[in-house]
């Protein structure tokens, strides 16, 4: 069965540090793997996706992600963290065969001044 | 470009009412997505429409969700008539035709039964 899980429900960094929120997954056959923030009274927006090719991908605002098959992994980071990405953070996974999302339970981030 | 909007923003309904809540996605997305989320859980699949057919709706919780998308343009997900376990919040997506495109959401309804 396809799954994603986010370990963390709360992730606390301080502003300038580098942030790092943590996503596994579970699939059948290839994943194509995604990231979304949702701020208050917001919906989900897009940040990244690993459809394939090279492992790290880039996204908005600052944010990257790296693929790693090995360990089933795709983690979201940012080298600086900064007040205003604090939100919350969803990652998503869709086997190759389908086009539905299989979410993660969200990370809160909160980035202190 | 206009995002995906959804109608209401907020519903509180009395158990064993029924709501009705709209989505209007992407102009051109013949993808659209209904999901849940419950309690603070994860967010779930409900259904997938490819235009107007529906592509999935393995996710569909029983027979008291009833959702359309009549000419392929936008599409109404019915509970009819609400329990209490059906509060949460109701996301609408859209996306391209393509595997590789990502998912653009709405801003959710939130439905809240009492």
């Known amino acids: 069965a396809q799954s994603v899980a986010q370990p963390e429900d709360q992730v606390n960094v301080a502003e300038g540090n580098p942030l790092t929120v943590k996503c596994t997954y579970s699939?059948?056959?290839?994943?194509?793997l995604f990231w979304y923030v949702q701020y208050p009274n917001r919906g989900l927006q897009f940040l990244l996706k690993?459809?394939?090719?090279?492992?790290l991908v880039k996204g908005s605002y600052g944010f990257e992600a790296e693929f790693n098959k090995s360990q089933t992994s795709f983690h979201l980071k940012k080298p600086s963290a900064l007040v205003s990405d604090s939100a919350l953070y969803f990652c998503?996974?869709?086997?190759?065969?389908?086009?539905?999302?299989?979410f993660g339970t969200g990370t809160r981030l909160k980035v202190l001044a | 470009e206009a995002g995906v909007t959804q109608f209401p923003s907020h519903s509180v309904i009395e158990k064993g009412q029924t709501v009705t809540l709209r989505c209007d996605p992407i102009?051109?997305?013949?993808?659209l997505y209904w999901y849940r989320r419950v309690m603070g859980k994860e967010i779930k699949f409900l259904l997938h429409?490819?235009?107007?057919?529906?592509?999935?709706e393995s996710g569909m919780p029983n027979n008291r969700f009833l959702a359309e998308r009549t000419g392929g343009t936008y599409s109404t997900l019915k509970v009819q008539p609400a329990e209490l376990e059906d509060s949460g919040v109701y996301f609408c997506?859209?996306?391209?035709?393509?595997?590789?495109?990502?998912?653009?959401f709405g801003p959710g309804t939130r439905l809240t039964v009492l």
């Open positions: 699939v059948s056959g290839n994943p194509y």
């Open positions: 997506a859209s996306s391209q035709w393509t595997l590789y495109n990502e998912q653009f």
């Open positions: 429409f490819v235009k107007e057919s529906k592509q999935d």
């Open positions: 998503a996974v869709r086997d190759s065969g389908t086009y539905k999302y299989i």
């Open positions: 102009s051109g997305h013949d993808n």
């Open positions: 690993y459809i394939t090719g090279d492992n």
